[in-house]
């Protein structure tokens, strides 16, 4: 009998053709529309209705059933919320990989199983063999970043065909397979920061922020701010301090208020050769003797940085890098890879 | 080449050839603004009234009772609020599958909707019944766009005419107005304002094959209405605005189209739809939604047991067949139409039904390629 995939269908070209492919290749194919976010910001109209139509005529183009999943009061909760509060507390959430972790390889997951499902698709560029979870073809595109605390359980269940193409190519697979998306241009990370900007988002869901003093390295106030949680570590705009050499965020002070800068592009507040994490998770066992072996990522499409990973108490580690990184702020994730294989994170603190 | 059959005339229509030919001077040429004093402008003005004079011709009123507006959606504004707002105690009554355009700005006033039957012929009982002292504007729309029904106007009208007598008699000087949204009704039926016995008349021009955003109200002498939108004071000061000669012109001359073409369209697009009707109904999957008789000629929605409209639409329009689910407006959103729900169908039927509307260029063979083409779908 056929294997029964549920494939998220996004209403964009990769997730399209993530169907088309695994349809291809013998599936039966369920295409399932995530309803996440609806809501419209001033200025701003929510998407939704127009993805959740492409998923759908891309779903009846391949003669698939379609089905759509409800998530929006989880995805407010577990993704929106986190979001906020870490931004409130004056760390840098990573909404995306929250996404992943509580929505798309768990709550879709389970409603998968549980609707008859023997396994599930996305349309990410990752690619998935024996529970692994391994570097994309299109190291350009790569999204095992984003990916990394997928549950294990359900990555042992997960097709991504998608890691298997270059961007380009899935973009003429779409044309090939007359779908609808092959044009349609890539959203930008989490749909509505994306097109909003963080900042207006921010605004709009917490409010005017209080403005406080910008503070350089000697304790003296050259500038004021709009509100602390704008600005991050490393950020070189926005300062409103005129004239002179450009300003980088160092560090700031959510009490207080303050955002700390520096003018010296070599401070060693800007580039660190070790950091600690906390939360880690791994994706699959490490040998003790491979942990000098990793490479870290601590951005989306940042390069690989040689390290040693220390493991510590409970979930904690610290790192090691072998060359300096700039701009590492707390609540940001620090991915490592053996060769290809994406191992697992952690969250900087 | 990809066969195209357009089934959504209800939608939108073409913009007619002669329409266009009649507008295109005014967009460079003859740009003047009409009630500017030189000749040039001058000119422009006579074209306007001799739109307005071809407009009231057609519906059997005076040019003073004729103005020009930005379409379904103004018209109907401007009669609703502009009568709702100078009477503030005052109710409307409207039948429950009124277009949104009228729903949506009656529902800020004292409002109570008028029920349908099964097949979406208004409850006369009920509009007796629901009529009070207060009542001041009653809004029913001439043909619907969803369903096609055809609400027999001047049966509303007697109606009416007994509660003005009543309140004559008893001393109560709150007026008492019909107003008909008659968008759909152009190309089929006539529109003469003292037969249908109505007061208030919205027309639109994008559905007549004239420009889009165009349209007008017509407001018989002596219905008092508050302007929505003031300024220069135009269109007797009921919808200010600099005029947009070419839409009024092409508007008028789409009315005009519609009124001469209307009589022998009438019978070609009654067979069109009937023959379909009839095949489409021997399916035991499909029902038709709305009235047998009493019907647009041009509009047939049926619910096809099984399959979603939103599937079904993609999946004809992958064959080049385009139809509707509901109204293009209810289209954007993810309540089933309200009309269907009107007449009693269940969220499942109102998903489950598509409308197929159809036109001047529609043929007996593009009716067969779809018949086709969805008996393969189902």
């Known amino acids: 009998m056929k294997q029964k995939v549920f494939v998220g269908l996004s209403g964009g070209v990769d997730s399209s053709v993530t169907a088309a492919l695994l349809k291809e290749r013998g599936y039966d194919v369920t295409g399932v529309y995530m309803k996440n976010w609806s809501k419209d910001i001033p200025g701003f109209e929510c998407p939704w209705l127009e993805d959740y139509q492409d998923a759908k005529r891309v779903a009846a183009i391949l003669d698939i059933p379609f089905k759509m999943y409800d998530f929006e009061k989880e995805y407010k909760h577990l993704v929106v919320d986190y979001m906020l509060d870490g931004y409130k507390n004056g760390i840098t959430p990573n909404p995306d990989i929250m996404c992943n972790q509580e929505i798309k390889f768990k709550l879709f997951f389970e409603a998968a199983m549980k609707d008859g499902a023997d396994l599930i698709a996305t349309g990410h560029y990752a690619k998935v063999l024996d529970g692994k979870l391994l570097n994309a073809l299109d190291t350009n595109k790569d999204q095992t970043y984003f990916l990394y605390r997928a549950s294990k359980d359900s990555l042992k269940k997960t097709l991504m065909p998608i890691g298997d193409y270059h961007k380009k190519d899935v973009r003429e697979l779409a044309a090939k397979f007359n779908l609808p998306t092959a044009t349609k241009k890539d959203s930008q990370g989490i749909c509505f920061v994306g097109k909003v900007g963080i900042k207006e988002f921010l605004n709009f869901e917490l409010g005017k922020q209080k403005s406080g003093n910008i503070l350089d390295e000697q304790g003296n106030i050259v500038g004021t701010h709009e509100g602390a949680i704008y600005y991050t570590i490393g950020q070189r705009h926005g300062l409103n301090v005129g004239g002179g050499l450009p300003y980088y965020v160092i560090g700031k002070d959510m009490k207080k208020n303050e955002v700390y800068v520096t003018t010296d592009i070599s401070s060693k507040e800007l580039w660190k050769n070790e950091f600690n994490l906390d939360k880690m998770y791994f994706l699959d066992d490490i040998k003790k003797e491979d942990l000098n072996k990793l490479k870290v990522r601590t951005r989306y499409r940042a390069e690989l940085v040689e390290c040693q990973l220390i493991l510590g108490e409970d979930t904690k580690a610290s790192v090691e890098l072998k060359e300096s990184i700039k701009a590492l702020t707390p609540g940001q994730s620090a991915v490592f890879y053996l060769d290809n294989q994406c191992i697992g994170g952690g969250i900087v603190i | ?378």
């Open chain 2, 1 to 378: 080449m990809k066969k195209s059959i357009y089934l959504d005339y209800a939608a939108a229509t073409p913009l007619d050839p002669k329409v266009l030919q009649k507008m295109l001077p005014f967009f460079s040429e003859d740009f003047f603004n009409p009630t500017a004093n030189y000749s040039k402008s001058k000119l422009v003005k006579e074209k306007v009234t001799e739109a307005r004079k071809q407009v009231a011709m057609i519906l059997g009123s005076r040019s003073n009772e004729i103005i020009f507006t930005t379409g379904g959606t103004e018209s109907n504004n401007i009669a609703i609020k502009g009568v709702m707002d100078l009477f503030k105690d005052a109710n409307i009554l409207y039948s429950s599958i009124e277009h949104e355009a009228v729903i949506n700005p009656a529902k800020s006033y004292n409002h109570k909707e008028i029920k349908v039957d099964e097949k979406g012929n208004l409850d006369f009982e009920d509009l007796k019944k629901k009529i009070d002292s207060k009542t001041v504007l009653i809004s029913v729309m001439h043909v619907n766009n969803e369903i096609g029904v055809i609400n027999k106007l001047s049966l509303v009208a007697e109606i009416i005419k007994k509660e003005r007598l009543s309140r004559e008699k008893n001393n109560n000087p709150l007026p008492l107005y019909l107003h008909s949204d008659a968008s759909q009704s152009p190309n089929l039926l006539s529109l003469v304002v003292d037969k249908l016995g109505i007061d208030l008349m919205t027309l639109n021009g994008g559905k007549i094959y004239g420009p889009k955003q165009s349209g007008a109200l017509y407001i018989r002498n002596g219905t008092k209405l508050k302007p929505l939108i003031e300024g220069g004071g135009q269109e007797d000061g009921i919808r200010s605005g600099t005029l947009n000669p070419a839409n009024i012109i092409g508007f008028s001359e789409s009315l005009k189209l519609a009124n001469e073409i209307r009589k022998d369209e009438e019978k070609r697009l009654q067979k069109l739809t009937g023959d379909l009707i009839k095949k489409l109904l021997n399916n035991p999957k499909i029902t038709l939604n709305g009235p047998i008789k009493n019907r647009a000629m041009n509009n047939i929605n049926v619910c096809i047991d099984g399959i979603d409209n939103e599937t079904l639409i993609y999946k004809l329009d992958q064959k080049g067949i385009m139809v509707a689910s509901g109204s293009a407006c209810s289209a954007s959103d993810q309540e089933p139409s309200h009309v269907l729900k009107a007449i009693g169908l269940s969220d499942k039927q109102a998903r489950e039904s598509i409308r197929i509307s159809i036109g001047r260029t529609t043929s007996d063979e593009d009716l067969g390629y779809f018949y086709n083409a969805l008996m393969e779908l189902i």
